[in-house]
Nanobody
Framework: QVQLVESGGGLVQPGGSLRLSCAAS????????MGWYRQAPGKQRELVAR???????NYANAVKGRFTISRDNANNTVYLQMNSLKPEDTAVYYC???????????WGQGTQVTVSS
């Protein structure tokens, strides 16, 4: 079985930074994509950033230029560096991994990010 362990969430002031981490463990031979989604109260879950096996990335327009996604393939870990945080970034952030063999989608437990003074 595959499990995702998230860390790095918390409370930060506007303009501050946070770095989220998500480590995948278990019998994964190949990962197609790793990414982050977020969901704020009363809103739909949305893609924040994703990195695909070949290295290409996708970002939500709202976070372009402020967030950076990266990966450590040796440790099956994905990171989300969040800079210049805004109150509207407040949400629960979920790690997502797509198995490159089965195309199954795996979700982390979610970590709260709150941007407020």
């Amino acid at each position: 079985q595959v499990q995702l362990v998230e860390s790095g969430g918390g409370l930060v002031q506007p303009g501050g930074s946070l770095r989220l981490s998500c480590a995948a463990s278990g019998s994964i031979f190949r990962i197609y994509a790793m990414g982050w989604y977020r969901q704020a109260p009363g809103k739909q879950r949305e893609l924040v950033a994703r990195i695909i096996s070949g290295g290409s990335t996708n970002y939500a327009n709202a976070v372009k230029g402020r967030f950076t996604i990266s990966r450590d393939n040796a440790n099956n870990t994905v990171y989300l560096q969040m800079n210049s945080l805004k109150p509207e970034d407040t949400a629960v952030y979920y790690c997502n991994v797509i198995n490159g063999v089965t195309m199954a989608s795996i979700w982390g437990q979610g970590t709260q990010v709150t941007v407020s003074s």
